[in-house]
């Protein structure tokens, strides 16, 4: 396979705050493949292999159009590797001080005695990195514990150490993280959401950028995948070891993230995630917010779309009764 950095099988990241380059990434193989086998990252463990049990669970953050961070928990075993081409990626192993301090989400694990068999500890971690860089260290109480670890489970502990580490990593020192200059190096990696020639590339992954390129595409290659945050296409690679030579990422089709109010219309675009959707129809309906947060786990949500979980018309498409309700 083509080896230039512009060859569409070439995928860039930032890790400890260096860009990582790497060649050769097939379209369909998943993050947590790409850490584990690729970048020795032996921290992020497999353990469902289909999104429920958080021991994959890493933080990416990604530049919004506003130009902020934004931090999220995601699992890497059901999320394709090219879907955070140009994104900051943490695993347990880069969070901790260049002189081996720790971060006090390892820190207050450790005092909390969080830990036993260790094998879910790393999500766990990552679970609460990300809880704490979106809070900016402030103190957390238990109930945004429960809501962040929600993707996380452990058979160990019975979760009250864990619980208690969250609230009380802002007792310790934190590790210094220069978002102003992971911002300038987020803004240098941006894919160009290049699409491939019709008949130039038998493997790619594309990342459009505006709904005339998508459409554009889709024409070109009427086979090529669709794919959306893949909290059920990452199932199809990782259980029924499907293969998909080639994909087209909607979640950079600025068109299909939007969420617009006018007058009592709610519009959600087709590649809003889950929490975001769910966040603009709670808004005026607060009622629902029980309902949307015992939607699969946080994880499950910040990858997820609205849009997703209708048309991929699945027996458990938990959000059909609720619109349809809704009218």
Avoid at 21 to 29: F, I, K, M, Q, S
Avoid at 109 to 119: I, M, P, R
Avoid at 181 to 204: M, V
Avoid at 245 to 257: F, G, K, M, N, Y
Wanted: include cysteine; hydrophobic fraction near 40%; charged fraction near 20%.
């Amino acid at each position: 396979m083509p080896t230039s950095e512009s060859s569409p099988d070439a995928l860039r990241l930032i890790r400890r705050g260096r860009v990582v380059t790497c060649h050769g990434v097939a379209p369909d193989r998943t993050l947590l493949q790409l850490l584990r086998e690729d970048l020795h990252c032996t921290a992020v463990k497999e353990g469902c292999a289909s999104g429920d049990c958080g021991a994959c669970t890493v933080t990416v953050a990604e530049r919004t159009p506003e130009g902020a961070l934004r931090y999220r928990a995601v699992n890497s075993c059901i999320r394709l590797a090219h879907s955070v081409d140009g994104q900051a990626v943490w695993t347990a192993e880069d969070i901790a001080a260049a002189d081996g301090t720790l971060h006090p989400a390892q820190r207050a694990l450790v005092e909390c005695h969080g830990s036993q068999c260790g094998f879910c500890t790393p999500g766990f971690v990552m679970s609460l990195f990300t809880l704490h860089r979106q809070r900016g260290g402030e103190a957390v109480t238990r109930d945004d514990a429960l809501h962040a670890l929600s993707g996380n489970l452990c058979r160990c502990t019975g979760y009250r150490p864990i619980l208690d580490a969250a609230q009380t990593m802002h007792h310790w020192p934190d590790v210094p993280l220069d978002e102003a200059a992971l911002l300038q190096k987020l803004e240098l990696l941006a894919p160009d959401g290049r699409a491939p020639e019709a008949d130039s590339a038998e493997n790619f992954y594309a990342t459009p950028r505006t709904l005339a390129e998508l459409l554009a595409l889709r024409a070109a290659h009427p086979r090529a995948l669709l794919a959306a945050g893949t909290t059920d296409v990452g199932l199809w690679v990782t259980k029924q070891h499907q293969r998909f030579a080639q994909i087209i990422d909607l979640t950079r089709v600025a068109e299909l993230r939007r969420i617009e109010r006018a007058g009592d219309t709610l519009r959600i675009g087709a590649a809003a995630t889950l929490v975001d959707a769910f966040a603009a129809l709670a808004q005026d309906r607060p009622q629902l917010a029980p309902f949307l947060d015992r939607f699969a786990g946080l994880p499950v949500r910040v990858s997820g779309t609205l849009g997703g979980n209708v048309a991929n018309g699945s027996p458990i498409g938990d959000s059909m009764p609720l619109l349809i309700a809704l009218g």
